[in-house]
């Protein structure tokens, strides 16, 4: 069974930092990319982040470039979502996914991602 598990959630004051894990199981971890999405009440989900499992090439979305850093540790089958200076408007619930690695994967379309975890709340205090 494929599960992913987001936890590291909680409620921060603006320019604050959170870490998010994302725990993977039931394939095989080097062959998808992990993406890292959010959802903001009223608002369409949008990719913030994702990693190539294989080869750890990375993409994040302009809005957190600079802020937030995705790593993954192999070994563990998890990736991790380092968010710093951390806003307001960062205020979401966020996802992680997994997306096969084929050639041309659009790394911020979350309709190429094929698991979802269930979701952490992150809330950003003004």
């Known amino acids: 069974e494929v599960q992913l598990v987001e936890s590291g959630g909680g409620l921060v004051q603006t320019g604050g930092s959170l870490r998010l894990s994302c725990a993977a199981s039931?394939?095989?971890?080097?062959?998808?990319?992990i993406g890292w999405f959010r959802q903001a009440p009223g608002k369409e989900r949008e990719g913030v982040s994702c990693i190539n499992s294989s080869d750890g090439s990375t993409y994040n979305a302009d809005s957190v470039k600079g802020r937030f850093t995705i790593s993954s540790d192999n070994a563990k089958n998890t990736v991790y979502l380092q968010m710093n200076s951390l806003k307001p408007e960062d205020t979401a619930v966020y996802y992680c996914?997994?997306?096969?690695?084929?050639?041309?994967?659009?790394?911020?379309?979350?309709?190429?991602?094929?698991?979802w975890g269930q979701g952490t709340q992150v809330t950003v205090s003004s």
């Open positions: 996914a997994a997306a096969l690695l084929v050639a041309g994967l659009r790394p911020m379309d979350l309709y190429e991602y094929d698991y």
């Open positions: 039931g394939f095989t971890f080097d062959d998808y990319a």
